[in-house]
């Protein structure tokens, strides 16, 4: 039994939902299928807005919307600390889509007048908007080399940011805040402290070109590191469920 939460403050909380529904329905019959001797376990999947349900969750969904937002919700429900708990210190599985991106990186840059608010756990700095403005949202084609099938994954990107910087050990933020705005927060440094050294080194799962006239190359579009995996694009505004169904495995191999 996996208890997955999808992080519900604001923004792409049911579609997320749907999508794993059905990732776990096709898991199941997929199990049914092949005759293994490991079996898929069941998933409850919920949506988190109190410290009680975040502690009932295995692994954690952090949707598209506002970054900025979902950080000042966060803050006045007390969920800030727990979350970074959550992704630092216990290692639970988590994954943003877009905005969730955001909230998971170490660093934010494009961000207005003192910075905000992260949870931190990919030792990345994104930039925020990367494509512009509501109305420059799109849909690209993605080579996905993590998703076996060599078909497409059709990337919704809207107010995307994409990882601009790996940071190596050292130079990373921990997370806690753009501009060190929210220095000397008690919870942070307990967090920091109980904070195991990562061993994990940041991978990049998915790149898509550069837009024109933003110079040579690929962005980065998809990271992992360990147990924190964070994608540009919103899968869960998509009927495809192949994601979805590929990051149920990754947790359920991380909690075995
Ligand atoms: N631009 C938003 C942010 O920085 C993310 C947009 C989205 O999640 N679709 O938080």
């Known amino acids: 039994q996996i208890t997955v939460g999808v992080l519900a403050l604001q923004g792409g909380v049911i579609e997320h939902i749907s999508l794993l529904q059905k990732a776990a329905a096709q898991l199941s019959s997929q199990q049914s299928t092949e005759s293994s001797s490991t079996s898929t376990p069941q998933f409850t999947f919920i949506q988190v807005r109190t410290t009680a349900q975040l502690s009932q969750c295995d692994a ?9 937002t979902m950080a000042i919700v966060a803050r006045r429900l007390g969920l800030l600390d727990p979350l970074r708990e959550f992704v630092k210190v216990q290692h639970k599985p988590t994954w943003g889509t877009c905005a969730g991106l955001v909230m998971l990186a170490s660093a934010a840059s494009a961000t207005k007048q003192g910075g905000q608010e992260l949870i931190g756990g990919l030792d990345v700095k994104v930039l925020r908007n990367r494509y512009g403005t509501q109305i420059q ?45 929210e220095a000397g927060q008690g919870g942070d440094e307990i967090a920091k402290l109980k904070e195991r050294q990562r061993t994990e080194k940041v991978e990049v799962l998915g790149t898509y070109p550069k837009p024109q006239g933003t110079g040579e190359g690929e962005d980065i579009v998809a990271v992992r590191q360990g147990n924190v995996f964070g994608t540009s694009f919103h899968p869960e505004l998509t009927d495809d469920v192949r994601i979805h169904v590929w990051w149920l495995k990754q947790v359920v191999e991380r909690l075995r």
């Open 137 to 181: 949202s799109f849909v690209g084609d993605l080579r996905l080399p993590f998703l076996e099938e060599e078909k497409p994954f059709r990337g919704v990107f809207i107010r995307a940011p994409v990882v601009e910087e790996i940071m190596t050990s050292g130079s990373s933020a921990s997370g806690n805040t753009q501009d060190g705005s």
């Open 60 to 68: 954690l969904i952090i949707p598209g919307g506002e970054s900025t």
